[in-house]
């Protein structure tokens, strides 16, 4: 159990009694607020708003299963958000309206089912998207809306069946994509067509986990130069 402040940031660990930010305790000057292993179950609207310098914030391992609209607003400088290990369910169009400086963003371990088309539209410095280990069974177009920067996408141990026709269209940035264990029967072609993969920048492709995937995968490679699952 710990409850500390020092070089400009935030920690706590291992409190059960935190139920909620506890905001009044954290400085305005903090750049880092860590809140791990403890019991907050939402985040509310302004939640940080006094925040404005704060670069990292980590709620890793709490109960959260909502997040309110603007709860980030204030934000301004933030670039790193780790809300691994939660009880999030859905993700609405303005859970990350204002985070423009956000590079990179961590939501593995939670049991999302559904992400609204437009959730991250603002997010267009964003470089690393982790969706690892959580519950969506389709990617629709609209889904990744908005991130024109990123190049690593991780949506591995889901359980999609189904990838829409443009789903990936805008990631033109793209250079890392694993799709892993999901429950993908096959993975055609035309799904990343707009992203122009070359021997001079690459897109790294990780399939596996249903049949037919490897036949589709070496058509993959020899038209769009991608690499296998043993070679990512």
Request: aromatic fraction near 8%; hydrophobic fraction near 35%.
């Amino acid at each position: 159990m710990s409850l500390r402040y020092s070089d400009s940031t935030w920690q706590a660990w291992d409190i059960p009694g935190i139920t909620e930010v506890p905001i009044e305790k954290i400085p305005a000057k903090t750049l880092e607020v860590n809140i791990r292993h403890s019991n907050i179950s939402s985040l509310r609207n302004n939640t940080f708003v006094h925040l404005a310098n704060c670069t990292k914030l980590n709620i890793f391992k709490n109960q959260i299963s909502l997040i309110e609209p603007n709860a980030f607003l204030g934000l301004k400088k933030l670039q790193s958000l780790y809300l691994g290990s939660n009880k999030l369910r859905k993700l609405g169009p303005f859970t990350f309206a204002s985070l423009y400086k956000l590079e990179t963003l961590c939501l593995a371990n939670n049991n999302i089912s559904r992400i609204a088309s437009g959730t991250f539209q603002s997010l267009n410095c964003l470089s690393y998207l982790d969706l690892n280990r959580n519950s969506l069974t389709l990617l629709n177009p609209g889904i990744f809306l908005g991130l024109i920067q990123t190049q690593t996408l991780l949506v591995e141990d889901n359980n999609i069946q189904e990838i829409k026709k443009h789903t990936f269209d805008t990631l033109k940035c793209l250079t890392f994509l694993s799709l892993r264990r999901n429950k993908l029967t096959s993975f055609e072609s035309h799904l990343l067509s707009k992203l122009n993969p070359s021997k001079e920048k690459p897109l790294y492709l990780g399939l596996g986990g249903g049949a037919g995937w490897s036949d589709c995968l070496a058509c993959l490679c020899c038209s769009l130069h991608l690499l296998g699952p043993d070679k990512c």
